[in-house]
Nanobody
């Protein structure tokens, strides 16, 4: 019922920036918290960052804290993940996910709406 479309991934050199985004055309994401997860080949999907529906609260995984910034344009139902100082270990498929608003959640199992993912590859 809530379509999420992730885009903006790509190939980037280590240390460089990249800002994938996630949108929800048509249906709105009002009153939904939205998060980024990532999954590298052979690994489980892991939490990256989350933002409340209002944009007032944010939380980051320790592995990306200080390097990534999550933001949201609520009027356009668009989520961004500004990634700086990228490392090869950041290489993964990045997924956006959503759930109803409330206390911020950090487990993949807490989210019921998912985008298709966008590939981010960081070369060394």
């Amino acid at each position: 019922q809530v379509p999420l479309v992730a885009s903006g991934g790509g190939l980037v050199q280590a240390g460089g920036p990249l800002t994938p985004s996630c949108g929800a055309p048509g249906p709105t994401l009002n009153h939904h918290n939205v998060a980024w997860f990532r999954q590298a080949p052979g690994k489980q999907r892991e939490f990256v960052a989350v933002i409340s529906w209002s944009g007032g609260s944010r939380y980051y995984a320790d592995s990306v804290k200080g390097r990534f910034t999550i933001s949201r344009a609520n009027a356009k139902n668009t989520l961004y993940l500004q990634m700086n100082s990228l490392k090869p270990e950041d290489t993964a498929v990045y997924y956006c996910a959503a759930r109803v608003f409330g206390v911020l959640k950090y487990s993949r199992y807490d989210y019921n709406y998912w985008g298709q993912g966008t590939q981010v590859t960081v070369s060394s």
